[in-house]
C-alpha cells in the first residue's frame, strides 16, 4: 500500500478488507471539534472559488469522475463537499474518539483520501490523526491530487492504494486498545506523534 502519498508498503489485505484507524483529540474538545469543521470548510469555499472558469479544475474534475460517479453533482458542478464528510467524520468521532473506516466499501473513502491531501488528516505510523492543517491551499491540494491521478495510472493503481491499512479484524483490535487507553495516556501519545507539538493551535 501507499503511504504518505508516496512510499509503498507490503500489505497482505484482500480488496474487500481494507481498513484505516482513525484518531482525533479526546471527543469532549470543542475547539477542536470548531476549528476542524471550520477548514473542512473553507476548504468547500476555496475550491469553488478555484472552479469557476477555470480549465485546469475541470480537467481534474473529470479525471476524479472518471475513477469514481460519486464526484457527479446533478447540475454537473465540481462540488468536493469536504464539509459534508467533515461532519460525517466528527460524528464517529464523538463517539469514541477513535473508530475504523473500511476505504473498500465506506461510501466516505474517496473524501477521507481527498481530507488527507488537504492535511485533514496525517498519517503517523499505521494509523490517521485528525489534524488542523497549517494552512487551506487549494492549488496545492490540487496538485497532490493531480500527482495521485497519475500515479494510478502510471503504476496501474487501485484508488485505495494510497492508504496505509489493516484487516478489519487487527483494525478494530487497535481501535479498541485507543478506546480503553487512559486519556492522558492518549493525549501523550497523540502528542509525541506529532513531534512534541500538538496538532493544531488556537491562534
Request: hydrophobic letters at 40%; proline letters at 4%.
Amino acid at each position: 500500500m501507499l503511504g504518505s502519498y508516496g512510499s509503498v508498503t507490503d500489505s497482505n489485505n484482500s480488496a474487500a478488507d481494507q481498513c484505516v484507524v482513525i484518531e482525533g483529540p479526546p471527543s469532549h474538545d470543542v475547539d477542536f471539534a470548531i476549528m476542524w469543521l471550520k477548514a473542512a470548510r473553507k476548504a468547500d469555499l476555496r475550491w469553488d472559488r478555484l472552479t469557476w472558469n477555470n480549465h485546469e479544475a475541470d480537467e481534474l474534475w473529470e479525471k476524479l469522475c472518471s475513477y469514481n460517479p460519486m464526484y457527479e453533482t446533478l447540475d454537473h458542478r465540481p462540488d468536493l463537499d469536504f464539509g459534508t464528510a467533515a461532519l460525517s467524520f466528527v460524528g464517529e468521532w464523538l463517539t469514541n474518539a477513535s473508530f475504523v473506516l473500511n476505504v473498500s466499501s465506506s461510501r466516505w473513502s474517496e473524501h477521507f483520501s481527498l481530507m488527507l491531501f488537504a492535511g485533514l488528516f496525517v498519517q503517523t505510523g499505521g494509523r490517521y490523526q485528525m489534524a488542523i492543517p497549517d494552512e487551506i491551499d487549494i492549488r496545492k491540494i490540487c496538485d497532490r491530487i493531480s500527482d495521485w491521478l497519475k500515479r494510478l495510472d502510471q503504476e496501474n493503481l487501485n484508488p485505495n492504494d494510497i492508504f496505509v491499512t489493516l484487516s478489519e479484524r487487527d483494525a478494530k483490535s487497535w481501535e479498541s486498545r485507543l478506546r480503553h487507553m487512559k486519556p492522558d495516556v492518549k493525549a501523550a501519545n497523540r502528542k509525541v506523534l506529532f513531534n512534541g507539538s500538538g496538532p493544531w493551535q488556537l491562534d
